[in-house]
Every structure is written in C-alpha cells, then in structure tokens.
C-alpha cells in the first residue's frame, strides 16, 4: 500500500486539477498555459525572455510546460510561472513579439492560480518526504493519507472558492482510505503509526510553512 501512496496522490490531484480547469480557475490556467506556450514557441522568442529574465533574476530560469500525467509538472509549471510573472507580463505586452494581450494574467488570475498552489502544495509535501525514504512502510503512509484529508478539509475554510477542487481530491483519497480500513494490515499498522504520524506532521508543517507566505492570500 506504501508504494501506492504517489499513485493514489497522483489521482487524487489530477481530480483537482480538472476540477479547477473547468471551474473557478479555468481562465487563468489557460491564460498562463498560453502565455507559456507563445514564449516558448521560438528560439527567438526564448533567447529573449531568458536575457530579461537574467536581469531580474540572475539566473538563465525558463518557464515550464506541463505533462498530462504528471500532476507535479502542473505544480512546478505554475510556481515558475509565478516567479517570473512580471518578465512573462513584460514579453506579453511587447508589441515586437505581435499581439499577445489575450495570454496576460490579470491580479485576480495570480490570486486565484496562487490558492490553487497552496491546495497543491499538500500532497506534494507529502510525496516528496515518503520519496526520501529507502524502504516506504505502511506505518508512514496512512498517516500521510489521514493528515492529507485534514489538511484539506482545514484549507476548505480558508480558500473558499477553491472547495470544489479540494472536494474532488478528496473523494478520491476517502475512496482509498475506505478501501484500506478492509485490510488486516491496516490495524497493525495503525498501532505503529503513532510516532510516524508525529514525525511526518512536523516535517510538512515545516515544509509547508517555509513556503507559505509566498501564496499567502
């Protein structure tokens, strides 16, 4: 069952992220994928946005492209997207490069790409300390699953308009859990789970914490 905690994460954000794409984000992801794809469309275009980006930054950073089944690359598309906002908002007002108006992101497009970001930032936590580990034990991914609901059940309250998304994570990861409680495994498992359950909780609060204020809405 460990070694399926990425696969059901992997669902479960997948639901969320079609959920936002034909809901209250739908605008905005299809801006910022616009924007990303007309950047990147020559090697002119590149060069260019990389000298400028260069400049603000020092560093040759490029946008990202998201891949249809790896939710994560959706994650990092947006959060390089959000780091180098203000050179994408400059590229696409730049008559030199023809009309481009249509893929600039508003105030309201970075607000609500930014909650989504947070509702993402969960499960990634989650995954990236389970995949640290050598040997993945059952004892330390229920208590991922179990915190994982928690915690978006938490962010419901706080974003709002990102419930609808949030929802369809979650039914998939209940759909899971419900399927873990019929196994004898499970409640073994379960006596062991209290220290890791601990240990897990405070390394993500960390985690999540140490990058918090930058979506902070």
Same mark, same amino acid.
């Given at each position: ?51 400028? +980006? ?7 950073? *490029? &946008? %990202?492209?998201?891949? =249809? @089944? ?5 994650? /990092? ?41 947070? +509702? ?7 995954? *990236? &300390? %389970?995949?640290?580990? =050598? @040997? ?5 991914? /229920? ?51 209290? &220290? ?11 985690? /999540? ?9």
């Amino acid at each position: 069952i460990s070694r399926c905690f990425p696969h059901v994460v992997n669902i479960s954000c997948q639901a969320v992220i079609e959920t936002a794409e034909n809901g209250a984000c739908e605008d905005a992801i299809s801006r910022v994928r616009g924007g990303i794809r007309e950047i990147r469309k020559s090697g002119i275009r590149r060069d260019a946005f990389t000298k400028a +980006v260069i400049i603000t930054h020092q560093k040759p950073l *490029q &946008l %990202l492209r998201d891949v =249809k @089944t790896r939710w994560s690359s959706f994650q /990092l598309m947006l959060r390089r997207a959000d780091l180098l906002s203000k050179n994408m908002h400059d590229f696409l007002s730049d008559s030199a490069y023809g009309d481009l108006s249509e893929f600039i992101l508003s105030d309201d497009d970075w607000r609500i790409l930014r909650q989504l970001m947070r +509702v993402l930032a969960i499960p990634h936590a989650y995954q *990236q &300390l %389970l995949s640290k580990e =050598k @040997t993945p034990t059952l004892c330390d991914a /229920l208590p991922s699953f179990v915190e994982m609901i928690r915690l978006w059940e938490d962010l419901k309250y706080q974003l709002p308009e990102m419930i609808d998304p949030i929802n369809a994570g979650l039914a998939k990861l209940k759909d899971y859990q419900s399927r873990m409680a019929k196994i004898p495994a499970y409640t073994y498992s379960m006596c062991k789970s209290v &220290l890791s359950l601990f240990s897990i909780l405070c390394m993500v609060t960390h985690v /999540l914490c140490s990058g918090q204020s930058r979506y902070e809405v």
